[in-house]
């Protein structure tokens, strides 16, 4: 079984600094990783996934994560962040198979500080 | 496409009384997911279907709660009957489901409800 453990609950950040949101996992199998967006009042959509390949991986809106294998980590960075930014953050992994379930982490509330 | 739609957005209704949410997919997706979200449990999947079948239904919490699939444009997920600590958020999401998982999940705006 996977879990995923995001280590803050809420992050401040001022508007264009750069973010770092922080996720690890734990399983004894090789895994899928996927961070999802929620904004305010709206379900989540996807913002990017490492399935195979590159470690680093780019999504939407200027965000990034990597993937570190030896660390069981795969944090979210953005180099300079906006007010539209604003949103809680989840973070989630998956086995290989074809029916395995996708486990969310707790979510990352992201403050924009003007 | 208008997205995963789910009905209604809001529900207030007494402890005992029997709630149905209702989700209609994205046309074309094979799978059909239901989530709960809680400030202390965070987002749970409770069940979902592949084609119309139930696949995994292990995340539904007891007996009170039912979820069918009629046809591939029309879900629901019942309470009966319903109960304080089931106040949450419900999310219905669907995806093409071609290589499974890794299909990206398409999320609806949810349901807020509350059992008073």
């Known amino acids: 079984a996977q879990s995923v453990t995001q280590l803050d609950s809420q992050v401040p950040v001022f508007e264009e600094a750069p973010v770092e949101l922080r996720c690890n996992y734990s399983?004894?199998?090789?895994?899928?990783l996927f961070w999802y967006v929620q904004y305010p009042n709206q379900g989540l959509q996807l913002l990017l996934k490492?399935?195979?390949?590159?470690?680093l991986v780019k999504g939407i809106n200027g965000f990034e994560a990597e993937f570190n294998k030896s660390q069981t980590s795969f944090h979210l960075r953005k180099p300079s962040v906006h007010i539209s930014d604003t949103a809680e953050y989840f973070c989630?992994?998956?086995?290989?198979?074809?029916?395995?379930?996708?486990?969310f982490g707790k979510g990352t509330r992201l403050h924009i500080l003007p | 496409d208008a997205g995963v739609i789910q009905s209604p957005r809001h529900e207030v209704t007494e402890m005992g009384q029997e709630v149905t949410l209702r989700c209609k997919p994205i046309?074309?997706?094979?799978?059909l997911f239901w989530y709960r979200q809680t400030m202390m449990r965070g987002l749970e999947l409770l069940i979902y279907?592949?084609?119309?079948?139930?696949?995994?239904d292990s995340g539904m919490p007891e007996d009170r709660f039912s979820a069918k699939m009629p046809n591939a444009s029309f879900s629901t997920l019942k309470i009966q009957p319903s109960e304080p600590r089931d106040s949450a958020v419900y999310f219905c999401?669907?995806?093409?489901?071609?290589?499974?998982?890794?299909?990206?999940?398409?999320f609806g705006p949810g349901t807020r409800l509350t059992v008073l």
């Open positions: 999401a669907s995806s093409l489901g071609g290589v499974g998982v890794t299909d990206t999940q398409y």
């Open positions: 399983s004894s199998v090789s895994v899928y």
């Open positions: 490492y399935l195979s390949g590159s470690t």
């Open positions: 989630a992994v998956s086995g290989l198979n074809r029916d395995d379930k996708i486990i």
């Open positions: 046309s074309g997706h094979d799978y």
């Open positions: 279907f592949n084609n119309n079948v139930p696949i995994d």
